[in-house]
């Protein structure tokens, strides 16, 4: 096994290669132009106050509601719905890589244009990115210099689970307006099996 410096510069190493997967993956996202902003009804794009009546393009049209905006699908309440969420973000993901996706608003209809963005810019995607390299960088820390301690390797399994909830997280919560469902679906689960390795190491950590 390796020596406690060498081990935490391999955990860099896979950390540094990791965010740079998910820096990645949100750069090939398209970004709309326009802004849409909620008020829990309807949507509306946000420069013009027009209300939006759905999105079409591909051959695919859908109306845009409030929970296409949401970052944690995890509130839904059913699996039902959970599943219906991921179907409409595909659809939605599908019209916005579109080389003619139009909005149909209450006046009218406006050109779909997207940018894409070689950095994200929503604060929320780097608080947990931060968030979940200082988790496993500190719980491998603490654990590889008292690796006979159990209550250590307790410590850093909170400290993987809080990697891998907070980094899928990041990644889903900062899409531009939608992300392909199954992708959606993917890092939903992924954030779930985090969190269940954190409050089972975090219960071990207490027990001890």
């Known amino acids: 096994m390796l020596a406690p410096v060498p081990m935490i510069g391999a955990v860099v190493a896979l950390l540094l290669f990791v965010d740079l997967a998910a820096l990645q993956l949100l750069a090939g996202l398209p970004h709309p132009d326009q802004k849409f902003v909620s008020d829990g009804k309807q949507v509306y794009l946000e420069a013009t106050g ?3 009546l759905e999105l079409r ?5 859908i109306a845009l509601l409030p929970l296409d905006l949401l970052e944690e699908p ?15 973000q595909s659809v939605i993901d599908r019209i916005l890589r579109s080389d003619a996706g139009e909005i149909v608003t209450t006046r009218g209809v406006v050109p779909l244009t997207y940018h894409v963005e ?34 250590a390797r307790h410590f850093a399994v909170t400290g993987l689970g809080l990697a891998i909830a907070s980094m899928a997280a990041g990644l889903y919560s900062s899409r531009p307006l ?10 939903s689960q992924t954030n779930f099996l985090g969190t269940c390795i954190f409050c089972a190491g975090f219960f071990c950590m207490m027990m001890n």
């Open 57 to 61: 393009g591909e051959g695919a049209r």
């Open 178 to 187: 939608a992300l392909d469902g199954f992708a959606f679906e993917m890092l």
């Open 50 to 52: 027009d209300r939006v």
């Open 118 to 151: 070689r950095l994200p810019g929503q604060l929320i995607f780097w608080i947990q990115l931060f968030v979940a390299n200082i988790g496993l960088l500190v719980g491998v820390a603490v654990w590889t210099f008292q690796r006979s301690n159990v209550a």
């Open 74 to 88: 995890d509130v839904l309440p059913t699996h039902a719905e959970l599943d219906a969420f991921f179907q409409r």
